[in-house]
């Protein structure tokens, strides 16, 4: 489990398919700290840790993961925003998060407020009735507070964020660009209350 608040950005130095996708990715983390078989998640993709050294970690990525996540993502030279597992009595500073992603969605537009930015994404049908204004959702592993919720007349929807300077700052947002596919992860809570109402019918 995690909280969707990052704590260090990782950059991939080397993406070797061999079965499934091995990438060392570089860390600002004491690694020494880090035992192998920890779960690390990876721009909002839970990953284990299978290698490590002083400033590096190695993880396998399946086909399947690499299909069902940001298309670009685990490309060499890519930023990661990193967060270690989550402990017991650890802050809560976000929300929980699985590390599972739920699925894609693709950035429209980034307009600059004030000292902020405003996100706009757009997210498929499947997705859009998990997200709801002042709800919680996990962007490339960042817990943000949805604005806003615009429906479209094909089922897909936009959604809206306000991404504080602080954020924008310490994660790789920073680098975020229109076009761009992010990875995401519906609210747990929202998840299970879907579930709920289908069975209650």
């Known amino acids: 489990m995690f909280t969707g608040i990052i704590t260090d950005l990782g950059t991939i130095v080397s993406a070797e398919q061999r079965g499934d996708l091995r990438m060392v990715i570089r860390c600002g983390y004491d690694m020494a700290t ?12 839970c990953l284990t840790v299978v290698d490590k050294g002083a400033d ?32 017991l009595g650890d802050e809560l500073g976000g929300h929980i998060v699985t590390g599972h992603v739920d699925g894609v969605g693709e950035v429209t537009a980034i307009t600059p407020e004030g000292d902020s930015h405003r996100v706009t994404i757009r997210i498929a049908s ?24 615009e429906d479209a007349a094909d089922g897909s929807a936009t959604f809206g964020l306000n991404i504080i300077p602080h954020t924008w700052a310490v994660t790789a947002f920073r680098d975020l660009k229109v076009g761009q596919a992010v990875n995401i992860e519906i ?7 879907a579930r709920m109402k289908q069975r209650l019918g």
């Open 34 to 45: 880090v035992d192998l078989g920890a779960s690390i998640a990876c721009s909002g993709c």
């Open 56 to 87: 590096w970690f190695a993880v396998d990525a399946s086909a399947e993961t690499v299909s069902k996540t940001a298309q670009g993502a685990w490309s060499e030279g890519a930023t990661l925003n990193l967060e270690r597992a989550l402990k």
């Open 126 to 149: 499947d997705l859009a009735p998990y997200l709801a204004e002042k709800g919680s959702v996990t962007v490339d592993g960042v817990s943000l507070t949805v604005n806003a919720v």
């Open 187 to 193: 609210d747990v809570l929202a998840r299970y209350l």
